[in-house]
């Protein structure tokens, strides 16, 4: 069956330590893949996005995501964690002709 | 100036009541959506339009029913509201609808059904 998954539901780090968030999906071909960002009480952000060619992808805020073809994955990283960035992660498939897919979500707490 | 609006912010309203959402999107965009968030933060896709037609119709009542008087707007109108339809409501748009295009999604209506 198609999906998308993220098998983190909650994951806590500390100020400045690095963090990555996995993502992983179920589909025919490599669908579109993207990685957004919901503040809390807010809508969500696009963090980045991989179509084709270079799989290290660069986004906003200093995150980064690698896709690895043969793993189905899409993991999100990030070098040095700030406060600002606690929220909830959404990893985010579109396989083409079809309609965007979300995974569950994964919730970040930062400590200080 | 704010690309993805909604209104209202937040909506408390009694099961049976019918109550409507709007959005606006000042992108230039030619498709908009309507996805709902349930309190486990799991976001699916309920509507999509473009350009002022219906593209995507996931499984919904069709008590909820959506309305696009132009492409810049798109609202969605519930009726005979439930207990289980309160959720955060996001609209979201798109430059063609396209499967790689970025969605830029509004600030969401909580909707509390009591």
């Known amino acids: 069956a198609q999906s ?14 690095s963090l990555e968030l996995r993502c992983n999906y179920s589909y025919g071909a490599t669908p579109y893949l993207f990685w957004y960002v919901q503040s809390p009480g807010q809508g969500l952000q696009l963090l980045l996005k991989y179509f084709s060619g270079d799989t290290l992808v660069q986004g906003i805020k200093g995150f980064e995501a690698e896709f690895k073809r043969s793993q189905s994955s899409f993991n999100l990283r ?18 083409p002709a079809n309609d965007m897919r979300f995974g569950a979500g994964t919730r970040l707490t930062v400590k200080p | ?31 908009m959506y309507w996805y709902k968030q349930d309190s486990k933060k799991f976001l699916k896709i309920m509507f999509s339009y ?7 119709n996931e499984t919904v009542p069709n008590r909820f029913s959506p309305k696009s008087p132009d492409k810049a707007h798109l609202n969605l109108h519930i009726n005979s509201l439930e207990l289980g339809d309160s959720a955060v409501y996001f609209c979201a748009s798109s430059y063609s609808g396209g499967a790689g295009d970025t969605q830029y999604f509004g600030p969401g209506t909580r909707l509390t059904v009591l």
């Open chain 2, 1 to 31: 100036d704010t690309a993805v609006s909604q209104t209202p912010k937040y909506l408390v309203t009694q099961m049976g009541n019918d109550k409507s959402i709007k959005c606006e999107q000042n992108l230039g965009h030619d498709t």
């Open chain 2, 50 to 56: 473009n350009n002022k037609e219906l593209i995507i």
């Open chain 1, 78 to 95: 990030k070098p040095s964690v700030h406060w600002s960035d606690a929220a909830e992660y959404f990893c985010a498939v579109a396989p």
């Open chain 1, 4 to 17: 998308v998954t993220q098998p983190d539901i909650h994951i806590t780090v500390s100020e400045g330590a």
